[in-house]
């Protein structure tokens, strides 16, 4: 029943229920069950190479499998490949495939599978969004500029089970990267055989632990168990569905329905009932994603100014809007990479130990350094997109800038697309409002949106030091050299603040108590596969 | 008659072009692109994405492109949506929309011809007063306050029916958005009602008929509805059109995947083909329903008919 918790009895009732099947099955999950999850938006592809959203991810990683997965906690181990080699100081890679590993039509995953796919997603007429994860691989920059051949593409077959992958330079994270859908393995044959429409219902051939038998576009999408999986027998569940719910409310009303058993989010305005009501249902869990205020650096009044900027920093009390205006568990940002990130243990703001009085009266004096004060007053523009969040937070912060620094900030809300187009020609910018969600667990994916060319550094933020030190840990083979450097640029990162870090994102979930195997890492990957439904 | 509906027909041909030609121009001024995010891609990405999609041609040359699909029948690939093409999405979100919007318009039909007449009959008393108060809170109360109460009582309260599109059985899941859709057109049918028949009640040949001796269930049935009813008719064209395209907020509320939740979506993912395509899709639908009743107006109104 929709809104109303089950009564004592109703619980009773099926306690009952639950004991009496549990005598005649003998206590085995529940495998007939269907799996319901809340999904979120359509997903826009289920094309590993044509999708690019969280969404579609999400199913993709139950299709598909890469060379390298997670667990359920977020650890990284072997999938399609059962183990490798490095050598060349971090350079090569040789893979050695699973020689009972099949694709759902029966068919045996081969490297020569892998090359294939490798190639299609550099090619330019694939058109990719996530062609230039593969970067590092030798020649990919050359193949996706279209210089050179798919063939170029230092990705090779040595036999029917062994792939080997160069590199341009040592990259560390680059297990972590062949998690992602883009570099899971495309069917060559069925490919060819459908053209664009191979990832359909009925055509689509996976090589994970499940495949695609419906989508209902605007509704759902249907997977069931890949009875020629490698790993087929640790699946527990036969059936997954996952619902397309735009609205994280009518997704709550679904759940409480007994409709979904795992809902993609939680709506701001029913958590602190569903924290009294449900808390271990509720979770809550540290997210790579940071959400922040930028600085348009190639215009006055702050360019040149990081004492205005750090001003301004110091006078948001992130724990007052985490406590009262976000209130999901959300945590206060001191820095540029979130805590959580393998192998790194980043630098903070000198500032996040004082109490906030003391930071305000630290604001007040960086702010008349900068130039500003009563007789001089600042007046700026701050951008967000269309949300009641960005809204609030928005509000709250203009009015800790007028009580602090006496600042006069106009809110100016714009649709996504009007404000990523101002964000992008830095004209009318001054502050706005922007997230940036790490692809991948590494601390490079957040330092290098920083980067002088790095097409989504939406500040214009440019320093020679901060690019040299990404650099020269690009060049580390060892990772604790390597950390050492990535440390050091996010300490002249933020000591230049061209960005203000608010609060670093979290996941939320509700998930049944009826689901076992649910596991909470910061990627916020929960592949199905993992997943059991006890009985009811 | 033939000759008259294929002379709309052809006259329709420049409003279309014109239609698409100001619906290409807009979305394409619209700040941003399809393939913009907060990830900005690599230029060279950028460079290979927008070859693929003919992005790197000029605007004529896209409409010219756009043009000769159409013209084949081709409403394109959809740029947000890679692995489906517009027609699909369209043909996907459009028996929804039609079953949603013609069951609303059927219900609306139903409640207001009904209630308009039974005011229409007990003119200037306080029944009539009720019906056409409740008509007035019908047309002031905007959708998106009537939906979300619906569902407040009706499904989270009461429990009775399904809170979305997607929950519960199949049967009754359609049913508070119907309402809820309905619940303005009743209004509107309502009061349109209510003045023809109070119009044709007063006129000489209801006079001449009740003189006669009939009875006023046989003058309302068989001499007052007909003429009554043509103002509903010409209201029916842009309200089926309103239904079928027009019922966003309905179908975000509930969770429906219509035509109108497709658009929005199209419009802020910046989806080119798929807005231009659903802009080309309902321009011909109301087209073809604005002549539906002008014929029908013919069939009503004898006076019509003659040349």
């Not at chain 1, 495998?31 to 094309?47: C, F, I, K």
């Not at chain 1, 009925?202 to 419906?214: E, Q, S």
């Not at chain 1, 900027?309 to 001191?334: H, N, Y």
């Not at chain 1, 700026?380 to 602090?404: C, F, G, K, P």
């Amino acid at each position: 029943m929709p809104g109303k918790p089950r009564s004592r009895w109703q619980t009773f009732a099926a306690l009952i229920a639950c004991l009496g099947i549990v005598s005649c099955s003998g206590g085995a999950p529940d495998t007939s069950a269907t799996l319901e999850r809340g999904l979120g938006a359509e997903p826009e592809s289920l094309d590993y190479h044509k999708a690019r959203s969280t969404e579609a991810g999400d199913v993709q990683r139950d299709l598909g499998e890469g060379l390298t997965g997670y667990t359920e906690d977020g650890d990284l181990v072997p999938r399609a490949a059962s183990g490798w080699q490095i050598s060349g100081e971090g350079r090569g890679f040789t893979f050695h495939l699973r020689p009972e590993a099949r694709w759902s039509n029966g068919e045996p995953v081969t490297a020569e599978d892998f090359v294939y796919s490798f190639r299609r997603l550099v090619d330019p007429a694939t058109a990719s969004f996530y062609s230039q994860s593969v970067i590092d691989i030798e020649n990919a920059r050359a193949i996706i500029a279209g210089e050179k051949p798919v063939e170029e593409l230092a990705v090779y077959a040595n036999g029917e089970f062994e792939l080997r992958i160069r590199l341009e330079r040592p990259t560390p994270y680059f297990l972590a990267l062949l998690t992602h859908p883009s570099m899971f393995p495309v069917h060559r044959k069925s490919l060819e055989q459908h053209g664009e429409q191979f990832a359909r219902p009925g055509k689509l051939v996976t090589n994970g632990a499940y495949t695609l038998v419906a989508w209902e576009l605007g509704s759902l999408v249907e997977l069931e168990r890949n009875q020629h999986y490698w790993d087929n027998a640790s699946t527990a569940v036969d059936r997954v569905r996952h619902h397309v719910v735009n609205e994280p409310a009518v997704e709550l009303n679904r759940y409480r329905a007994g409709e979904l058993h795992i809902t993609d989010n939680v709506p701001p305005e029913a958590f602190a009932r569903l924290r009294e009501e449900r808390p271990a249902e509720l979770r809550v869990v540290p997210y790579l994603d940071v959400y922040y205020y930028g600085f348009n650096l190639t215009k006055p009044p702050f360019r040149d100014n990081p004492d205005l900027r750090r001003a301004l920093s110091m006078a948001i009390d992130r724990q007052a809007l985490t406590g009262k205006v976000t209130g999901r568990g959300e945590a206060p940002a001191w820095s540029w990479v979130p805590p959580g990130v393998d192998n790194y243990d980043g630098w903070q703001f000198p500032y996040a130990s004082l109490s906030q009085e003391e930071r305000h009266r630290e604001a007040r004096r960086a702010f008349e350094k900068a130039g500003y004060g009563a007789d001089n007053p600042l007046e700026i523009e701050i951008r967000y997109n269309t949300s009641d969040t960005h809204q609030r937070i928005a509000l709250a912060i203009q009015s800790m800038w007028r009580n602090v620094l006496g600042v006069e900030a106009t809110l100016v809300n714009e649709e996504f697309q009007v404000l990523l187009s101002n964000m992008r020609a830095k004209e009318v910018t001054q502050v706005f409002r922007s997230s940036w969600l790490g692809d991948y667990n590494d601390a490079n994916t957040f330092l290098q949106v920083m980067l002088s060319d790095a097409p989504s550094n939406m500040t214009g933020y440019s320093n020679k030091d901060f690019d040299s030190l990404v650099a020269q840990a690009a060049e580390q083979s060892d990772p604790e050299d390597r950390r050492h450097f990535l440390e050091e640029a996010e300490r002249l990162l933020l000591t230049d603040h061209p960005v203000i870090p608010i609060y670093f994102y979290v996941s939320k979930h509700l998930v049944s108590p009826r689901v076992r195997g649910w596991g909470d890492n910061v990627l916020d990957y929960h592949y199905s596969q993992h997943l059991s439904l006890s009985a009811e | 008659m033939l000759r008259f509906a294929l002379l709309r027909i052809l006259s329709a041909i420049p409003t279309l072009l014109l239609v698409i030609v100001l619906a290409f121009l807009m979305v394409h001024a619209a700040p941003g692109g399809p393939f913009d995010d907060e990830r900005v891609l690599p230029p060279e990405n950028a460079r290979n994405i927008a070859a693929a999609y003919h992005l790197d041609e000029s605007l004529p040359r896209q409409f010219g492109r756009y043009l000769s699909g159409l013209i084949r029948g081709d409403l394109g690939p959809s740029y947000h949506y890679r692995d489906h093409s517009v027609a699909e999405l369209i043909g996907a979100a459009l028996p929804l929309s039609l079953r949603l919007g013609l069951l609303s318009i059927t219900l609306a039909l139903l409640v207001g011809i009904a209630a308009g007449v039974f005011a229409a009959v007990n003119n200037n008393t306080a029944t009539d007063r009720l019906v056409t108060g409740l008509a007035m809170i019908g047309i002031s109360i905007p959708v998106f306050v009537v939906a979300p109460l619906l569902v407040l009582v009706f499904a989270v309260q009461l429990g009775w029916l399904p809170a979305s599109w997607s929950g519960g059985d199949a049967g009754w899941r359609l049913l508070l958005p119907v309402v809820a859709l309905a619940l303005p057109q009743i209004a509107y049918v309502t009061r349109l009602t209510r003045t023809g028949m109070i119009d044709a009640l007063s006129s000489d040949f209801v006079r001449t008929a009740r003189a006669q001796g009939l009875g006023l269930l046989s003058i309302v049935r068989f001499h007052a509805l007909k003429p009554a009813l043509l103002p509903v008719v010409s209201y029916l064209g842009p309200a089926i059109a309103a239904v079928v395209t027009g019922a966003v907020i309905v179908e975000t509320i509930f969770g429906i995947p219509g035509l109108g939740q497709l658009f929005v979506r199209g419009a802020l993912n910046r989806d080119y083909t798929l807005v231009l395509g659903i802009v080309v899709f309902c321009a011909a639908v109301i087209i073809l329903l604005n002549l539906l009743v002008d014929l029908l107006y013919g069939f009503l109104d004898p006076r019509i008919r003659q040349p």
